[in-house]
């Protein structure tokens, strides 16, 4: 396989529009999207022929406006190239105006009240900053989406909003340190997948796993992860079948698929790409979503993204590695050899930590759904509690400029090793902590809240508007001031100071560092409509609305979407959770008990003493759970009867979390110690050691 001849084979990208287009056109494109000017018809008219001909050629017979409402998924309506001729032939045709432009039903999609159900027109608008691209025979034009009346109803548009934001205002830095040839800043991302594969055949037994993606019953397996063989081990054949054709797949699409490896649980795994453009990574994070759970269905298997499908072993994350970095090749967030010399990186750095410390509320919020709460806070994922992990020399750097003191510089030790065949090599200046949910590490932060089946788009609209919001006031101060290297270390001591609180090196998981985030004022927002009153703040309105990201229209209705998404996945649960219970662990249980009860009987006839028989100790154990069982399946059932019947939907959402999900972990908790009882021939299920140890 010649890999650098595989990868991109159906993306219509810079290569093959040089190729096709005229050089008046091309250059005209690129001005277009430089300048971000209106898109002329003529050029869209070319761009348009040339695509069509370059897809054709490639097997496509359809194209579609690839788009991501608010649902998190991508979305995409389907229209064949063919147009009738007068003779009754056709010919293959596709306009400048059907590339620019497309509609959809957005009243079919969430838009949290901005669209009525009547009103249904919606626009579809060509992204010519990111490539199209060939997926299942059809030609796929990334595109934003609003309703008829303008306002937003995807998650691609505040995106792109946010990166024009963060490079107008990171330029307005570099311009004052003395940097006259960048362009533009490009904020950059490297999305970091964790997944777990299942056995389609024990999948299509469990009906949680069905409806909800995760398991909504399970007690733990004899082995979980606790020898910690699972991580970077040896792949299975069929592990690494899947990994192979996956590969291929993305290549194919021009996705950089770099890293793949086992992660800590048994049958979670990871793929992680090589950075590239914001905009480009998110894009390529939806199509990688999607073409595991297709690839991983030709191998007899089930992708599961649920945050948290397993109760007891690490749930799955992403990554979102984020940066900054000018258009000349320089990395914004790279210290250099004497970073407390760098003034322009530690502006930059005091930016980002004013900004995460001042908006820890929007960070949580961008992390925020019911998947992600059942993850977030347990031993394997950061907290919901922000904070910034700088690591050792940056952390020194910013006490000695709080303390107004000389930095004297870290020596950097070499690694020994202690075999003379074997080469030193130099430590790193810090060690990496990966219990914080915002690490510097290096050249970029890491910020690793972000669930598994999110799209990334949300998080990183929020970390380059509160940076480049900062940013907008550290310019003003500079352009301002008389002595610029005086107010650049004002500005630094200023923003180190009042925000240290949010650096933190030591263990995110430790109950400890609760208590002492508490004291220090930061917050601890467990769950999802814990988070949601934050968003709509008015201070936070007032930030969006100064940024141009968010109309408070628009705000409140990306609110109302998460309420009811969360209100919908819960009910979802319980009525699985309940059907299950009545249907299949009931039953079983039953049936079990009648056939202990039966054997009593039998060693009764015969004569044989059963006060201390096994069988006895088993079913006065089982009668015990099972009336538990019963007692908590009726106080669900009761209580999902009684959900308010109201319109309001935040009353809605808090009876869900306070009243709901205690009911179902009580079911649960009896349900999974029944399942440790009864015979595993009668249980109606595949359990964890079936589903986790069966690839």
């Given at each position: 396989m010649n890999i650098p001849e595989l990868f991109g084979v159906n993306v219509f990208n810079d290569k093959e529009m040089k190729k096709r287009l005229s050089k008046e056109i091309y250059e005209s494109l690129?001005?277009?999207?430089?300048?971000?000017?209106?898109?002329?018809?003529?050029?869209?008219?070319?761009?348009?022929?040339?695509?069509?001909?370059?897809?054709?050629?490639?097997?496509?017979?359809?194209?579609?406006?690839?788009?991501?409402?608010?649902?998190?998924?991508?979305?995409?309506?389907?229209?064949?190239?063919?147009?009738?001729?007068?003779?009754?032939?056709?010919?293959?045709?596709?306009?400048?105006?059907?590339?620019?432009?497309?509609?959809?039903?957005?009243?079919?999609?969430?838009?949290?009240?901005?669209?009525?159900?009547?009103?249904?027109?919606?626009?579809?608008?060509?992204?010519?900053?990111?490539?199209?691209?060939?997926?299942?025979?059809?030609?796929?034009?990334?595109?934003?989406?609003?309703?008829?009346?303008?306002?937003?109803?995807d998650k691609k548009t505040p995106l792109l909003k946010s990166i024009e934001l963060i490079s107008r205002e990171s330029l307005r830095i570099v311009r004052l340190f003395g940097d006259n040839e960048t362009k533009r800043i490009i904020p950059t991302v490297g999305a970091e997948q964790e997944y777990f594969l299942v056995d389609k055949k024990l999948y299509d037994k469990r009906k949680d796993l069905i409806f909800t993606g995760r398991t909504l019953f399970g007690a733990n397996a004899p082995k979980g992860q606790e020898l910690e063989d699972h991580y970077f081990g040896v792949l299975k054949p069929r592990v690494k079948a899947f990994m192979k054709e996956l590969d291929e797949e993305l290549w194919k699409i021009g996705v950089y698929a770099k890293t793949e490896h086992n992660e800590v649980a048994p049958s979670q795994h990871e793929l992680a790409p090589v950075y590239c453009t914001t905009n480009t990574a998110t894009d390529h994070n939806q199509i990688t979503m999607e073409m595991m759970k297709k690839v991983a269905l030709r191998h007899g298997m089930v992708c599961l993204l649920h945050e948290k499908p397993f109760n007891g072993v690490n749930g799955s994350g992403k990554?979102?590695?984020?940066?900054?970095?000018?258009?000349?090749?320089?990395?914004?967030?790279?210290?250099?050899?004497?970073?407390?010399?760098?003034?322009?990186?530690?502006?930059?750095?005091?930016?980002?930590?004013?900004?995460?410390?001042?908006?820890?509320?929007?960070?949580?919020?961008?992390?925020?759904?019911?998947?992600?709460?059942?993850?977030?806070?347990?031993?394997?994922?950061?907290?919901?509690?922000?904070?910034?992990?700088?690591?050792?020399?940056?952390?020194?750097?910013?006490?000695?400029?709080?303390?107004?003191?000389?930095?004297?510089?870290?020596?950097?030790?070499?690694?020994?090793t202690g075999v003379n065949i074997l080469p030193d090599f130099k430590m790193d200046t810090a060690d990496r902590n990966r219990t914080s949910p915002f690490a510097f590490t290096g050249n970029k932060f890491e910020f690793r809240m972000p669930g598994s089946s999110m799209s990334i788009s949300t998080t990183n609209v929020?970390?380059?508007?509160?940076?480049?919001?900062?940013?907008?006031?550290?310019?003003?101060?500079?352009?301002?001031?008389?002595?610029?290297?005086?107010?650049?270390?004002?500005?630094?001591?200023?923003?180190?100071?009042?925000?240290?609180?949010?650096?933190?090196?030591g263990n995110n998981y430790s109950k400890e560092w609760i208590e002492e985030a508490k004291r220090r004022g930061l917050l601890n927002l467990k769950s999802t409509v814990d988070v949601l009153p934050y968003l709509v703040s008015q201070k936070n309105v007032k930030f969006f609305e100064r940024n141009k990201i968010f109309t408070e229209k628009e705000l409140h209705a990306r609110c109302e979407i998460v309420y009811e998404n969360y209100i919908k996945t819960l009910n979802i649960e319980a009525?699985?959770?309940?059907?299950?219970?009545?249907?299949?662990?009931?039953?079983?249980?039953?049936?079990?008990?009648?056939?202990?009860?039966?054997?009593?009987?039998?060693?009764?006839?015969?004569g044989i003493d059963i006060s201390d028989d096994p069988a006895r100790i088993s079913l006065d154990r089982i009668s015990r759970l099972s009336k538990n069982l019963s007692t908590a399946i009726d106080v669900l059932d009761n209580d999902m009867t009684q959900c308010p019947g109201t319109k309001d939907i935040v009353k809605l959402a808090c009876y869900f979390n306070s009243?709901?999900?205690?009911?179902?972990?009580?079911?649960?908790?009896?349900?999974d110690k029944l399942e440790t009882i009864v015979d595993s021939s009668d249980w109606p299920f595949p359990v964890y050691s079936d589903l986790m140890f069966n690839i």
């Open positions: 690129y001005s277009t999207i430089e300048q971000h000017k209106d898109l002329d018809i003529k050029i869209a008219n070319e761009v348009a022929s040339a695509m069509k001909d370059w897809a054709i050629e490639h097997g496509a017979t359809h194209y579609t406006h690839w788009f991501q409402p608010l649902t998190g998924l991508t979305a995409e309506k389907h229209d064949s190239f063919l147009s009738p001729q007068p003779d009754g032939t056709v010919i293959m045709d596709f306009s400048g105006k059907e590339l620019i432009k497309g509609e959809s039903d957005a009243s079919s999609f969430p838009s949290g009240g901005v669209r009525a159900t009547f009103e249904a027109r919606g626009y579809t608008a060509w992204d010519p900053t990111s490539y199209a691209f060939i997926k299942d025979e059809s030609l796929c034009i990334p595109t934003v989406f609003c309703s008829y009346t303008g306002e937003m109803l990554h979102n590695n984020w940066s900054l970095g000018t258009d000349t090749g320089i990395n914004l967030f790279k210290p250099g050899k004497n970073p407390y010399e760098n003034k322009q990186f530690l502006i930059f750095l005091a930016a980002v930590l004013r900004a995460v410390d001042e908006h820890q509320d929007l960070l949580r919020y961008s992390v925020a759904s019911p998947g992600n709460d059942h993850r977030l806070g347990g031993n394997e994922a950061p907290p919901a509690i922000v904070s910034v992990y700088l690591g050792g020399e940056i952390e020194e750097i910013v006490k000695c400029i709080i303390e107004g003191v000389e930095y004297d510089g870290v020596k950097v030790d070499k690694i020994r929020i970390l380059n508007t509160m940076t480049a919001d900062v940013l907008r006031e550290f310019s003003d101060r500079l352009e301002k001031c008389r002595d610029f290297t005086a107010e650049v270390n004002n500005i630094l001591k200023e923003t180190f100071t009042a925000h240290s609180r949010i650096i933190f090196s009525n699985t959770m309940l059907d299950m219970a009545k249907r299949d662990i009931l039953p079983a249980v039953l049936k079990y008990s009648g056939k202990l009860a039966q054997s009593l009987v039998s060693k009764q006839k015969i009243t709901i999900i205690p009911d179902m972990d009580a079911v649960r908790e009896n349900a």
